[in-house]
């Protein structure tokens, strides 16, 4: 008898348009809520991926990117609720304890982590991102925002970003997968853009050529320790089969 194919989706969301981002604003780690606009892209991709089974869900410590993921799950044609967990926060993780164990077999858990927070951009969080270009000019912007490895003053470079979220998906994320449980992760362009360029090993000069628009899933198939990119449609049809 042969052995068992571990097989498992992982399917990662940026969050919705954040109110800073309809502003033009740089955000980095201010912790900004969701626009109208992001409200409503998180629940259109709340119902696109309704039908695909979820374990357990992973988001940034950011608000924008925890309001995507409850939005997102409170569609999830399983109708089970999502629950924030707290561990290590006290009476926050001892006093939220579920004793219902049919209760505790009906959430799906959600981990929330620094590590999976948005580029932290130093000084130019808060300011307006067109005047910072009429004030250092095109091309120091696009240095700071698009080269790999040099950062904007006091603040990370996108290779500072892939220190803390990869080996967070490696040793937090990864053995879920492992072990066939489907995962849902919702943060921001770039932890995800770090976490895409470890799934697809993809090198740090297409990396930052790597776009990641709000509010739409991108999924993979894990298979025995590879994964594959795959479209809603594949997902979808592999269920219906």
Not at 31 to 58: H, N, R, T, W, Y
Not at 89 to 96: E, F, P, V
Not at 174 to 185: E, K, M, Q, S
Request: neutral net charge.
């Amino acid at each position: 008898m042969g052995k068992r194919m571990t097989r498992a989706i992982l399917i990662l969301m940026r969050h919705g348009q954040s109110t800073w981002n309809r502003k033009n604003l740089f955000t980095g780690w201010v912790d900004v809520p969701l626009s109208p606009e992001g409200i409503k892209e998180a629940e259109a991709a709340g119902k696109l991926i309704a039908p695909i089974p979820i374990d357990v869900a992973f988001t940034s410590a950011l608000i924008r990117s925890i309001m995507t993921a409850l939005l997102v799950l409170n569609y999830h044609s399983s109708g089970k609720t999502a629950v924030l967990l707290h561990p290590n926060q006290g009476h926050m993780n001892s006093w939220a304890t579920i004793h219902s164990d049919a209760v505790r077999d009906s959430i799906i858990p959600i981990y929330c982590s620094q590590e999976l927070n948005e580029r932290m951009y130093g000084e130019l969080q808060g300011f307006d991102k067109q005047e910072m270009v009429e004030k250092f000019g095109k091309e120091q912007m696009q240095l700071w925002r698009r080269s790999y490895d040099v950062a904007p003053p006091g603040g990370e470079s996108l290779q500072m970003t892939a220190e803390r979220s990869i080996p967070y998906f490696q040793n937090h994320i990864f053995p879920y997968l492992t072990r066939g449980n489907n995962v849902f992760i919702a943060a921001h362009g770039n932890s995800l853009r770090a976490i895409v360029m470890q799934l697809d090993k993809l090198n740090k000069e297409q990396v930052v050529q790597l776009e990641i628009p709000t509010g739409l899933p991108l999924i993979y198939e894990y298979l025995d320790g590879a994964f594959f990119k795959r479209s809603l449609e594949e997902v979808r049809g592999d269920r219906e089969r």
